[in-house]
């Protein structure tokens, strides 16, 4: 059982930059499949970034050139680097771990980006 803790959420200005973590209670493995989903009010969740086992990442149009994913396998950690936010970013971020077929979550980090 693998259980996630996100943190580094908060409020910050348009423009402003914000890092998420994402610390896993077990270990995480090289071939876990490591992401970040966000979900706004009265919108379906929806994935913002991945990080696959051979270290390749795939982003969401919304964020390409703003956030940057990364992991630190001895650190069981993964994290969000975010720049240049928009308000439209607001919503909850949720760490999501894949492994064997079986999803993971985080209970969520708030991102406040007023307008």
């Known amino acids: 059982q693998v259980q996630l803790v996100e943190s580094g959420g908060g409020l910050v200005q348009a423009g402003g930059s914000l890092t998420l973590s994402c610390a896993a209670s077990?270990?995480?493995?090289?071939?876990?499949?490591m992401g970040w989903y966000r979900q706004a009010p009265g919108k379906q969740r929806e994935l913002v970034a991945k990080i696959m086992t051979s270290g390749s990442t795939y982003y969401a149009d919304s964020g390409k050139g703003r956030f940057t994913i990364s992991r630190d396998n001895a650190k069981n950690t993964v994290y969000l680097q975010m720049n240049s936010l928009k308000p439209e970013d607001t919503a909850v971020y949720y760490c999501n771990l894949l492994r064997d077929r079986r999803d993971y979550w985080g209970q969520g980090t708030q991102v406040t980006v007023p307008s």
């Open positions: 077990g270990s995480i493995y090289s071939f876990d499949v």
